[in-house]
């Protein structure tokens, strides 16, 4: 446990907290099992091991930037907006036309969009086109967080009890919240957790442990009820520092730092305390003994430092090691920083984008390399979107937003969702091109958790407004598998 939160929480949640790491064991995989013989919950963990990755980008994704209306029209309407160039060219916050011949997103099918609008995904993204045209990759346009559906109108309305939205809109700690957990900062419990309660209630993991893997810290999105995150760096597990390592190079002094730590108390909060080491020992050398003998073969080595692939790597040898941790079911957390573009956004976003676009594309091939790429869904989320409009250099904080997903699950190759106006004063917007949702977080995440095998009659315990819209489920996941 974080000893910098203790302050945060209560006596009662701590001693609940550490009662439920403590029945988990310590010493070993088979101690580590958690024995869960309440009523096994409607989950189906049929089909073999799964896994969601959620990489998140804080700041607040500028998605005018991921995704460039390709079209002459509406790329007109784009660059005139965001003071682009004569001839098309780059200008403002505007790239340059000429800039996206190479990913420009042709769906299969013949799909054709609102006003007839193209995308391409942004220069430096020339890879996911290339997962796009494989069938793998999907972007899911205009999604963000809602209570129900809302017209501009609705959204106008001073009736908040008709027309409810989201609590403390284009607030970062708090839409960062609410697209984790459906709550503004101080929640405690993320829909990742949830549908990890769910699959941990159906025995579907042998070691409860290694359900909920956060690579990025602390993170309520893979926090539950009986799921708790398990944090890791991109080393693999985080080791006590002096008990697998010499105090003051003495063997002795770490010895007895690990009995003060681990032995038995008959001090209550003392004895949950040595419950949690004892527990945290245990479960690092057997995750670290895992990633050892995983046997990844898939190189993460790019041209520059790359902290997401960094993570995405770590998160692909949990993967490759899921046997020897007992997984068949996983959520994993990721995250990129630095999204917080209210200036010099050209410059900030093509390095930011470039990173994700060798990130994401290398942990899809390393599922592929390890045969789970049907079995592995990875997707992005954010704070918020972001303003078309220019706030000289940069763009301020907004609400819906276009993300990726990505595996050989997803029906790729198409979009989903529906296209916004490319405009600062249509009905799909509330000012400055802040996009109003037409896709919730609550659809977005009610899709995957049914993937990952969440029972269409508990969706709401992971989604809990999925019932005021009409669509549960957007389809751009094939629970039979996909391409690989």
Same mark, same amino acid.
């Given at each position: 446990?974080?000893?910098?939160?203790?302050?945060?929480?209560?006596?009662?949640?701590?001693?609940?907290?550490?009662?439920?790491?403590?029945?988990?064991? !310590?010493?070993?995989?088979?101690?580590?099992?958690?024995?869960?013989?309440?009523?096994?919950?409607?989950?189906?963990?049929?089909?073999?091991?799964?896994?969601?990755?959620?990489?998140?980008?804080?700041?607040?994704?500028?998605?005018?930037?991921?995704?460039?209306?390709?079209?002459?029209?509406?790329?007109?309407?784009?660059?005139?907006?965001?003071?682009?160039?004569?001839?098309?060219?780059?200008?403002?916050?505007?790239?340059?036309?000429?800039?996206?011949?190479?990913?420009?997103?042709?769906?299969?099918?013949?799909?054709?969009?609102?006003?007839?609008?193209?995308? !391409?995904?942004?220069?430096?993204?020339?890879?996911?086109?290339?997962?796009?045209?494989?069938?793998?990759?999907?972007?899911?346009?205009?999604?963000?967080?809602?209570?129900?559906?809302?017209?501009?109108?609705?959204?106008?309305?001073?009736?908040?009890?008709?027309?409810?939205?989201?609590?403390?809109?284009?607030?970062?700690?708090?839409?960062?919240?609410?697209?984790?957990?459906?709550?503004?900062?101080?929640?405690?419990?993320?829909?990742?957790?949830? !549908?990890?309660?769910?699959?941990?209630?159906?025995?579907?993991?042998?070691?409860?442990?290694?359900?909920?893997?956060?690579?990025?810290?602390?993170?309520?999105?893979?926090?539950?009820?009986?799921?708790?995150?398990?944090?890791?760096?991109?080393?693999?597990?985080?080791?006590?520092?002096?008990?697998?390592?010499?105090?003051?190079?003495?063997?002795?002094?770490?010895?007895?730092?690990?009995?003060?730590?681990?032995?038995?108390?008959?001090?209550?909060?003392?004895?949950?305390?040595?419950?949690?080491?004892?527990?945290?020992?245990?479960?690092?050398?057997?995750?670290?003994?895992?990633?050892?003998?995983?046997g990844l073969t898939t190189s993460f080595e790019g041209p520059e430092q790359n902290r997401l692939a960094d993570?995405?790597?770590?998160?692909?040898?949990?993967?490759?090691?899921?046997?020897?941790?007992?997984?068949?079911?996983?959520?994993?957390?990721?995250?990129?920083?630095?999204?917080?573009?209210?200036?010099?956004?050209?410059?900030?976003?093509?390095?930011?984008?470039?990173?994700?676009?060798?990130?994401?594309?290398?942990?899809?091939?390393?599922t592929v390399d390890m045969g789970v790429a049907n079995q592995v869904t990875t997707f992005t989320a954010s704070?918020?979107?972001?303003?078309?409009?220019?706030?000289?250099?940069?763009?301020?904080?907004?609400?819906?937003?276009?993300?990726?997903?990505?595996?050989?699950?997803?029906?790729?190759?198409?979009?989903?969702?529906?296209?916004?106006?490319?405009?600062?004063?249509?009905?799909?917007?509330?000012?400055?091109?802040?996009?109003?949702?037409?896709?919730?977080?609550?659809?977005y995440a009610a899709t995957l958790a049914s993937w990952f095998g969440v029972e269409s009659f508990e969706i709401?315990?992971?989604?809990?407004?999925?019932?005021?819209?009409?669509?549960?489920?957007?389809?751009?996941?094939?629970?039979?598998?996909?391409?690989?």
């Amino acid at each position: 446990m974080n000893i910098s939160k203790m302050s945060e929480i209560s006596r009662r949640n701590f001693l609940r907290r550490a009662g439920q790491v403590s029945i988990m064991g !310590a010493a070993s995989a088979t101690a580590l099992g958690l024995l869960n013989t309440s009523q096994a919950a409607a989950f189906s963990a049929g089909g073999g091991y799964k896994a969601l990755v959620c990489i998140f980008l804080y700041g607040g994704m500028d998605h005018n930037s991921l995704l460039v209306p390709y079209d002459t029209a509406n790329y007109d309407l784009y660059s005139a907006i965001r003071g682009g160039g004569d001839g098309r060219t780059a200008g403002g916050i505007a790239v340059g036309r000429d800039e996206l011949s190479a990913t420009v997103l042709n769906p299969s099918g013949g799909q054709t969009l609102t006003n007839n609008i193209r995308y !391409a995904l942004a220069p430096q993204m020339t890879r996911m086109r290339a997962r796009f045209n494989q069938g793998v990759m999907a972007p899911l346009l205009n999604v963000g967080p809602l209570v129900v559906p809302l017209t501009l109108q609705q959204y106008n309305s001073s009736n908040k009890v008709a027309f409810p939205r989201p609590a403390k809109l284009m607030s970062h700690n708090d839409q960062q919240s609410v697209w984790q957990s459906s709550q503004p900062e101080g929640a405690s419990i993320g829909w990742g957790g949830r !549908a990890s309660d769910l699959a941990l209630s159906a025995n579907a993991n042998t070691n409860a442990l290694f359900t909920c893997i956060s690579a990025t810290g602390n993170s309520v999105f893979l926090s539950g009820n009986t799921a708790i995150p398990y944090q890791v760096s991109t080393n693999g597990a985080v080791s006590v520092r002096g008990v697998n390592n010499r105090i003051y190079r003495s063997d002795a002094a770490s010895e007895a730092l690990r009995t003060l730590m681990t032995e038995d108390s008959s001090h209550i909060l003392e004895a949950e305390y040595n419950r949690v080491c004892r527990r945290s020992i245990g479960a690092a050398d057997v995750f670290n003994e895992g990633l050892e003998t995983g046997g990844l073969t898939t190189s993460f080595e790019g041209p520059e430092q790359n902290r997401l692939a960094d993570q995405l790597e770590v998160v692909a040898k949990t993967i490759a090691a899921r046997g020897a941790l007992g997984s068949e079911r996983q959520v994993f957390m990721v995250s990129m920083g630095g999204f917080d573009v209210h200036n010099n956004l050209n410059n900030q976003m093509a390095g930011l984008l470039g990173q994700l676009d060798f990130a994401m594309d290398r942990f899809y091939q390393a599922t592929v390399d390890m045969g789970v790429a049907n079995q592995v869904t990875t997707f992005t989320a954010s704070d918020f979107g972001r303003t078309l409009a220019s706030n000289g250099d940069g763009s301020d904080h907004g609400w819906g937003g276009h993300h990726l997903v990505m595996g050989g699950a997803v029906n790729g190759g198409r979009f989903y969702g529906t296209a916004p106006q490319i405009s600062l004063e249509t009905e799909d917007q509330i000012g400055q091109g802040r996009l109003l949702p037409t896709t919730s977080v609550d659809q977005y995440a009610a899709t995957l958790a049914s993937w990952f095998g969440v029972e269409s009659f508990e969706i709401p315990g992971v989604a809990p407004n999925i019932g005021n819209f009409n669509a549960a489920d957007l389809g751009f996941l094939n629970n039979g598998g996909g391409a690989t």
